[in-house]
């Protein structure tokens, strides 16, 4: 008989975690231990390892278990398990954040399954040296802004490192306030993971940069490298009251990264308009695209 015995998800976990996923064809920003570090309370994540992977789902929404991918070398053993365990304890089954590049296998496996484009959620990628140099006519308005922080401000980019920790905290702190973090469930669950992944920057192998403006910190961005060549950005933030501080925090950073490094996931928009407004102005070069799955 399968025993299932789902725990909390810790910092000393991260271990096995990368074990796992570095066994798995999911490329999708979700799959990443700092990534599940960070949200681990607003999705009340638990997990349990299988014999081939890691099953990790949320406990967010009653009478409903939703599940993201299983992380390791055999999904479809990871997807049997997770729906032996939605019967056993009676409730429904979803699989969030399912990447296109595995949908055929699961529809082949599985004859009654609902498929769901989930178009807020696709990861936006996008070329380092794009993104590092915005050149060409299509990057002329970007290039203004950037140009014009540039021009405008006495300012200096450094690589995040504990010496400046206590001064992204303070923007961190500065920038939750004036978005009223304490009114808002996910801002407020992002400022509380982001304060835990930067206590343990070291420990979570992030890399970053800030800028640094009058002794201030007015925008950083945090990171890790997912493989050989890719890294994805989990958080970037900068104060609009400086004009062009978002387009030079990330030229500023993408320009410092390892020749090795070709490609930057910037994540989702989440399907705030504006915010993929923003995200195209960046002009990616592809989408990692993800489906909901309902299995019956």
């Given at each position: 008989m399968d025993n299932f015995n789902f725990k909390e998800?810790?910092?000393?976990?991260?271990?096995?975690?990368d074990k796992y996923i570095e066994k798995s064809n999911l490329l999708i920003s979700e799959c990443n231990f700092t990534n599940i570090f960070l949200w681990k309370n607003y999705y009340n994540?638990?997990?349990?390892?299988?014999?081939?992977?890691?099953?990790?789902?949320?406990?967010?929404?009653?009478?409903?278990?939703?599940a993201f991918p299983p992380i390791g070398e055999n999904i479809l053993e990871g997807i049997h398990k997770l729906k032996k365990y939605a019967s056993i304890i009676g409730e429904s089954l979803e699989i969030i954040r399912f990447p296109k590049n595995l949908v055929q296998k699961i529809k082949e496996e599985f004859s009654s399954i609902e498929l769901i484009e989930d178009r807020a959620n696709w990861d936006y990628i996008h070329a380092t040296e794009d993104l590092a140099t915005f050149s060409g006519n299509k990057f002329q308005n970007v290039r203004k802004k950037l140009n014009k922080f540039k021009m405008r401000y006495n300012w200096n980019y450094y690589p995040l490192s504990d010496k400046y920790i206590e001064q992204v905290l303070k923007m961190q702190e500065d920038w939750c306030f004036k978005h009223a973090c304490d009114d808002n469930e996910s801002l407020n669950n992002e400022n509380n993971?982001?304060?835990?992944?930067?206590?343990?920057?070291?420990?979570?192998?992030?890399?970053g940069g800030c800028i640094c403006i009058a002794d201030s910190i007015v925008a950083y961005t945090i990171a890790e490298e997912i493989s050989k060549d890719t890294i994805v950005c989990h958080i970037e933030k900068a104060n609009?009251?400086?004009?062009?501080?978002y387009q030079a925090i990330c030229q500023l950073f993408s320009e410092t990264l390892p020749k090795n490094i070709l490609y930057i996931n910037r994540e989702q928009d989440l399907g705030i308009l504006s915010l993929r407004k923003s995200k195209?102005?960046?002009?990616?070069?592809?989408?990692l695209e993800k489906f909901i799955i309902r299995i019956n």
């Open positions: 998800v810790e910092l000393q976990d991260k271990e096995i975690f994540f638990k997990w349990m390892l299988c014999e081939h992977c890691i099953l990790l789902i949320s406990r967010k929404l009653e009478g409903k278990i939703v993971g982001i304060k835990r992944i930067l206590k343990h920057f070291n420990e979570l192998n992030l890399i609009p009251e400086f004009i062009g501080s195209m102005h960046y002009y990616p070069i592809q989408f």
